[in-house]
Nanobody, 120 residues
Framework: QVQLVESGGGLVQAGGSLRLACAVS????????MRWYRQAPGKQREWVAG???????SYADSVKARFTISRDNAKNTVYLQMNNLKPEDTAVYYC??????????????WGQGSQVTVSS
């Protein structure tokens, strides 16, 4: 069984910073990719940032130069450092990892979601 547990959301004023964490636990043979998504009220879930299988990072244009994804492989944890936050960053943030866990094929696992609210 694989579990992703998120932490670090909250309320912050515009221009402030928050760091989200997503810890992966369970039977893990290999983590292929780790990504962050967000879903604002009334909008579809959108991709924010991620690590590719080769370890490179990529970001949505809307968060480039403000957000940084990082990871601690020893802890199976991925982070999202969010700086210079804007009210339009308000959303529930989800981490997602593509993991090989003894099943026939790797699959995506999702965290529970973390609310990030940015006040103007």
């Amino acid at each position: 069984q694989v579990q992703l547990v998120e932490s670090g959301g909250g309320l912050v004023q515009a221009g402030g910073s928050l760091r989200l964490a997503c810890a992966v636990s369970g039977t893990i043979f290999r983590i292929n990719t780790m990504r962050w998504y967000r879903q604002a009220p009334g909008k579809q879930r959108e991709w924010v940032a991620g690590f590719t299988i080769s370890g490179s990072t990529s970001y949505a244009d809307s968060v480039k130069a403000r957000f940084t994804i990082s990871r601690d492989n020893a802890k199976n944890t991925v982070y999202l450092q969010m700086n210079n936050l804007k009210p339009e960053d308000t959303a529930v943030y989800y981490c997602c990892a593509n993991i090989l866990s003894g099943s026939l094929a790797p699959r995506d696992y999702w965290g529970q979601g973390s609310q990030v609210t940015v006040s103007s």
